[in-house]
């Protein structure tokens, strides 16, 4: 229970939508005929009506009502509570002003904060009948938006603010009469002050489609809201407090440095030539304002109109470029008027600023910067964002290869730019974004394949061509869209692998040999080696075990020589080896190769060309056989070598089909052969059955020579030539058997065993077993003589011509 409770007022006032609560008491007052000092007497919120007053109470109950003030209020008028403090300047605490709970006065030095007096249109007091809108008390109100005219400062009689000062206690209100008390009474006398009608007041009337009415609009809707969407603030909406700050910010900056006739630039000639007419009022406040321009909220509502109008030509911009634009103009009048601006000291322009007005400060700023602060700062990015901690920064560098992205690389390479240099400055640059590293650091930890130096100079270089602009854009877009996705390879991983053991020499051949291409020699092999590292690490090709110590240059030419000339198959064998070794050191999960999506590029007007625009078909037609080299299919194609390169690496052309000298010459019969006998079925015949090489040949139907070949390629000892023991080839079980028992002729054998029939007669002899002569008895009885006549040497009855 609230003690002390008002007896209940007889007569009703409902308040008006949007009315302040200083307005609706004096309706009250004015609807019961009596004093306001008793209605306030009554309601508990002033002196008691002996005339002491109580130093406890403040004196404008329009900032703010105690809970308990309300409430009594509200027992004796009958209006909701939550109503009544809807009517109080605290319904825009923290969205318009600041206003302290304890003291219940407004911060005069934030949000242009007005601790009293108002503004007012004199069409609207006509029309509500002399009814005060709250939001008329707010510094940032200057225009009525539903009769299309400015605001009034002053009563047209007095020449003072209305509502600075509590209405006299001892007199009788009448809505929409100025009730400002004469000044220099040390006790008010009985009265309603001036007395003057206020809505004969003239103001600037404006069209309906003014900057200043939009301006209005902008602002209250962000207020009521809480939140600023328009202009520059649609791509990243701000509380209203942050926006109202940055619009004070710009004003301050705008109103202090800017010319009278540079201002023409920045606000209609209509609310300058109503600026320079206009009358201020007299006071401190004045001459504060007058010292330093829109710390405070501006005196009148033309000025107020002029410097918000000004803030808006460049936070109202539906796009960052011409907002930047207007804010080198604001820069350049601010150092024209000797005050320092820099990226460290812009940001004392105001207190409570957020990232559009930052973003848009330090893109102003960035041709004055250097390369790499520009992408420390972010000053391509809109907005930019804040700078990164030391696990974001580990983070980037495990998602960057050493060597840039080619497809990423050829768009961003203007022509004359060396690509060997410009790849890793590019990747080290992408790890600046947003840091605070130094070149030379930051280079170290992509691997070392720069140094700060050379990127410093690939940056300047950049820069010079009149490509920085874009380039910086697009690096910083990459790594915002790195620091936000899960990138599926670690580099840093790969960058510490051990690649000594990568595709052996043995391995190499295997799959030459599977994919039916030419292994050539030692150097193909490293030449391979070198790529197949390149492509798994990251690193650059000269990184690599095996890379040539001298003569370095050529080394690099033949690897990519070898990057444009590959065929598909073995490109894609390539890739299966890397998969193995990735899936050996722990990351089989991983992809062998990952780029980000060039769509992140669009938008962006790049140096380079883009690689999509070639016509593959054509590209592998000139490039087939080696008719052309990457260098001149490019001139053919009007595009760069590394766009042809980038095409010829996604997509290898397949290799020319072959007249028949040219099979021979690259091995056709040889793979022929060896489809037609496989490893398995040449040892069954060489080893097992002990047939000879030629005995092969004839039986698969290849030349004696590709046995032989293939016998080396299978690692097949072959057996020595010249005379042979029998138990080199032939058991004499098996031969026994054969010839004896079952009497098949030493011809038949020969053939079987891929020798000579003379060759298996020998063989005979040398392992006792007799030979049947030509037109003889039987075996058995051919024997039983030879066991009484001695051994015999192979006679022409086994059909051998001797």
Same mark, same amino acid.
């Given at each position: 229970?609230? $003690?002390?409770?008002?007896?209940?007022?007889?007569?009703?006032?409902?308040?008006?939508?949007?009315?302040?609560?200083?307005?609706?008491?004096?309706? *009250?007052?004015?609807?019961?005929?009596?004093?306001?000092?008793?209605?306030?007497?009554?309601?508990?919120?002033?002196?008691?009506?002996?005339?002491?007053?109580?130093?406890?109470? +403040?004196?404008?109950?329009?900032?703010?009502?105690?809970?308990?003030?309300?409430?009594?209020?509200?027992?004796?008028?009958? %209006?909701?509570?939550?109503?009544?403090?809807?009517?109080?300047?605290? =319904?825009?605490?923290?969205?318009?002003?600041?206003?302290?709970?304890?003291?219940?006065?407004?911060?005069? !030095?934030?949000?242009?904060?007005?601790?009293?007096?108002?503004?007012?249109?004199?069409?609207?007091?006509?029309?509500?009948?002399?009814?005060?809108?709250?939001?008329?008390?707010?510094?940032?109100?200057?225009?009525?938006?539903? =009769?299309? @005219?400015?605001?009034?400062?002053?009563?047209?009689?007095?020449?003072?603010?209305?509502?600075?000062?509590?209405?006299?206690?001892?007199?009788?209100?009448?809505?929409?009469?100025?009730?400002?008390?004469?000044?220099?009474?040390?006790?008010?006398?009985?009265?309603?002050?001036?007395?003057?009608?206020?809505?004969?007041? =003239?103001?600037?009337?404006?069209?309906?489609?003014?900057?200043?009415?939009?301006?209005?609009?902008?602002?209250? /809707?962000?207020?009521?809201?809480?939140?600023?969407?328009?202009?520059?603030?649609?791509?990243?909406?701000?509380?209203?407090?942050?926006?109202?700050?940055?619009?004070?910010?710009?004003?301050?900056?705008?109103?202090?440095? %800017?010319?009278?006739?540079?201002?023409?630039?920045?606000?209609?000639?209509?609310?300058?030539?109503?600026?320079?007419?206009?009358?201020?009022?007299?006071?401190?406040?004045?001459? !504060?304002?007058?010292?330093?321009?829109?710390?405070?909220?501006?005196?009148?509502?033309?000025?107020?109109?002029?410097?918000?109008?000004?803030?808006?030509?460049?936070?109202?911009?539906?796009?960052?470029? +011409?907002?930047?634009?207007?804010?080198?103009?604001?820069?350049?009048?601010?150092?024209?008027?000797? &005050?320092?601006?820099?990226?460290?000291?812009?940001?004392?322009?105001?207190?409570?600023?957020?990232?559009?007005?930052?973003?848009?400060?330090?893109?102003?700023?960035?041709?004055?910067?250097?390369?790499?602060?520009?992408?420390?700062?972010?000053?391509?990015?809109?907005?930019?964002?804040?700078?990164?901690?030391?696990?974001?920064?580990?983070?980037?560098?495990?998602?960057?290869?050493?060597?840039?992205?080619?497809?990423?690389?050829? /768009?961003?390479?203007?022509?004359?730019?060396?690509?060997?240099?410009?790849?890793?400055?590019?990747?080290?640059?992408?790890?600046?974004?947003?840091?605070?590293?130094?070149?030379?650091?930051?280079?170290?930890?992509?691997?070392?394949?720069?140094?700060?130096? #050379? #990127?410093?100079?690939?940056?300047?270089?950049?820069?010079?061509?009149?490509?920085?602009?874009?380039?910086?854009?697009?690096?910083?877009? *990459?790594?915002?869209?790195?620091?936000?996705?899960?990138?599926?390879?670690?580099?840093?991983?790969?960058?510490?692998?051990?690649?000594?053991?990568?595709?052996?020499?043995?391995?190499?051949?295997?799959?030459?040999?599977?994919?039916?291409?030419?292994?050539?020699?030692?150097?193909?092999?490293?030449?391979?080696?070198?790529?197949?590292?390149?492509?798994?690490?990251?690193?650059?090709?000269?990184?690599?075990?095996?890379?040539?110590?001298? &003569?370095?240059?050529?080394?690099?030419?033949?690897?990519?020589?070898?990057?444009?000339?590959?065929?598909? &198959?073995?490109?894609?064998?390539?890739?299966? %080896?890397?998969?193995?070794?990735?899936?050996?050191?722990?990351?089989?999960?991983?992809?062998?190769?990952?780029?980000?999506?060039?769509?992140?590029?669009?938008?962006?007007?790049?140096?380079?060309?883009?690689?999509?625009?070639?016509?593959?078909?054509?590209?592998?037609?000139?490039?087939?056989?080696?008719?052309?080299?990457?260098?001149?299919?490019?001139?053919?194609?009007?595009?760069?070598?590394?766009?042809?390169?980038?095409?010829?690496?996604?997509?290898? $052309?397949?290799?020319?089909?072959?007249?028949?000298?040219?099979?021979?010459?690259?091995?056709?019969?040889? /793979?022929?052969? @060896?489809?037609?006998?496989?490893?398995?079925?040449?040892?069954?015949?060489?080893?097992?059955?002990?047939?000879?090489?030629?005995?092969?040949? @004839?039986?698969?139907?290849?030349?004696?020579?590709? %046995?032989?070949? *293939?016998?080396?390629?299978?690692?097949?000892?072959?057996? !020595?030539?010249?005379?042979?023991?029998?138990?080199? &080839?032939?058991?004499?079980?098996?031969?026994?058997?054969?010839?004896?028992?079952?009497? @098949?002729?030493?011809?038949?054998?020969?053939?079987?065993?891929? #020798?000579?029939?003379?060759?298996?007669? !020998?063989?005979?002899?040398?392992?006792?077993?007799? #030979?049947? +002569?030509?037109?003889?008895?039987?075996?058995?009885?051919?024997?039983?003589?030879?066991?009484?006549?001695?051994?015999?040497?192979?006679?022409?009855?086994?059909?051998?011509?001797?």
């Amino acid at each position: 229970m609230i $003690a002390d409770l008002p007896r209940t007022f007889p007569i009703r006032v409902a308040p008006l939508p949007g009315e302040a609560l200083d307005s609706w008491l004096e309706a *009250l007052a004015h609807r019961m005929d009596t004093r306001y000092g008793d209605v306030l007497s009554d309601l508990g919120l002033t002196a008691t009506r002996t005339g002491r007053r109580n130093l406890d109470l +403040p004196t404008d109950w329009t900032i703010a009502l105690l809970d308990q003030e309300a409430a009594r209020v509200t027992h004796a008028t009958g %209006v909701d509570r939550d109503l009544l403090q809807s009517m109080t300047l605290m =319904h825009f605490h923290g969205r318009a002003l600041l206003i302290d709970p304890d003291t219940r006065q407004v911060n005069r !030095k934030r949000l242009w904060g007005r601790g009293n007096g108002s503004r007012y249109c004199p069409d609207c007091l006509a029309d509500s009948g002399g009814r005060w809108q709250l939001v008329w008390r707010l510094g940032w109100s200057f225009a009525c938006l539903q =009769h299309c @005219r400015l605001l009034a400062d002053l009563c047209p009689n007095c020449q003072r603010t209305p509502r600075q000062r509590l209405f006299s206690l001892e007199g009788q209100p009448t809505p929409g009469r100025c009730g400002t008390r004469p000044s220099r009474r040390v006790e008010p006398t009985p009265g309603s002050g001036c007395g003057h009608d206020l809505s004969t007041a =003239h103001t600037l009337r404006l069209p309906r489609d003014h900057p200043v009415l939009a301006a209005q609009h902008h602002l209250l /809707r962000t207020i009521e809201t809480d939140s600023a969407d328009f202009g520059l603030y649609a791509q990243l909406p701000q509380p209203a407090s942050v926006a109202l700050s940055e619009i004070r910010a710009v004003a301050g900056r705008v109103l202090t440095n %800017v010319t009278a006739s540079e201002m023409s630039a920045w606000v209609p000639e209509d609310i300058l030539n109503a600026d320079r007419a206009s009358q201020h009022p007299d006071g401190a406040t004045q001459h !504060k304002t007058l010292i330093r321009p829109g710390f405070m909220a501006p005196p009148t509502a033309i000025r107020t109109a002029t410097a918000v109008v000004a803030s808006l030509r460049i936070l109202g911009q539906p796009s960052p470029p +011409p907002a930047i634009s207007a804010m080198r103009q604001l820069i350049d009048s601010c150092r024209d008027s000797a &005050e320092k601006t820099t990226a460290t000291t812009i940001i004392t322009w105001g207190r409570g600023t957020g990232p559009i007005l930052r973003s848009v400060q330090l893109a102003a700023l960035g041709p004055t910067m250097r390369p790499s602060d520009q992408l420390r700062r972010r000053t391509a990015s809109f907005p930019a964002r804040s700078r990164i901690d030391e696990q974001q920064l580990n983070r980037r560098a495990r998602t960057l290869p050493s060597i840039f992205w080619p497809s990423w690389l050829v /768009r961003l390479s203007p022509p004359g730019v060396y690509p060997r240099l410009l790849a890793p400055a590019l990747a080290t640059a992408t790890l600046l974004v947003g840091s605070r590293l130094h070149l030379h650091a930051a280079a170290t930890m992509l691997g070392s394949a720069t140094d700060g130096r #050379v #990127v410093s100079r690939m940056l300047q270089l950049l820069q010079d061509q009149q490509c920085w602009e874009a380039a910086s854009a697009a690096m910083v877009r *990459l790594a915002e869209f790195l620091d936000a996705c899960d990138v599926p390879i670690d580099y840093e991983r790969r960058r510490r692998l051990d690649y000594s053991n990568l595709l052996p020499n043995s391995l190499w051949a295997e799959l030459c040999r599977d994919v039916e291409y030419r292994p050539g020699g030692e150097l193909r092999a490293r030449v391979a080696r070198c790529v197949l590292f390149h492509r798994i690490s990251g690193l650059p090709v000269e990184s690599a075990p095996g890379f040539a110590d001298t &003569e370095q240059a050529s080394f690099r030419s033949e690897c990519e020589r070898f990057g444009e000339a590959r065929p598909p &198959e073995v490109a894609h064998a390539l890739d299966d %080896v890397a998969s193995d070794f990735l899936a050996a050191h722990g990351a089989g999960r991983e992809p062998v190769a990952w780029q980000p999506p060039i769509a992140l590029l669009d938008g962006i007007d790049l140096p380079g060309p883009d690689p999509a625009g070639i016509d593959i078909d054509r590209l592998h037609a000139l490039v087939q056989g080696h008719r052309y080299s990457a260098r001149s299919a490019a001139d053919a194609l009007d595009t760069s070598t590394e766009a042809v390169r980038i095409v010829l690496n996604e997509h290898p $052309a397949p290799a020319a089909p072959l007249t028949k000298a040219q099979e021979r010459a690259a091995g056709q019969p040889l /793979r022929i052969a @060896r489809q037609l006998l496989p490893d398995h079925e040449f040892r069954l015949r060489y080893l097992d059955n002990c047939q000879s090489t030629r005995a092969i040949a @004839r039986d698969v139907g290849i030349s004696p020579d590709n %046995v032989l070949r *293939l016998a080396h390629e299978y690692g097949i000892p072959m057996r !020595k030539s010249g005379r042979r023991r029998q138990h080199d &080839e032939i058991d004499r079980d098996w031969l026994f058997e054969q010839y004896v028992n079952r009497r @098949r002729t030493l011809p038949d054998l020969a053939r079987e065993k891929g #020798v000579s029939s003379t060759t298996m007669a !020998k063989w005979a002899h040398e392992l006792g077993i007799p #030979v049947r +002569p030509s037109g003889g008895g039987s075996h058995g009885a051919y024997l039983q003589k030879g066991s009484t006549s001695g051994r015999r040497g192979p006679g022409p009855s086994d059909g051998i011509r001797l």
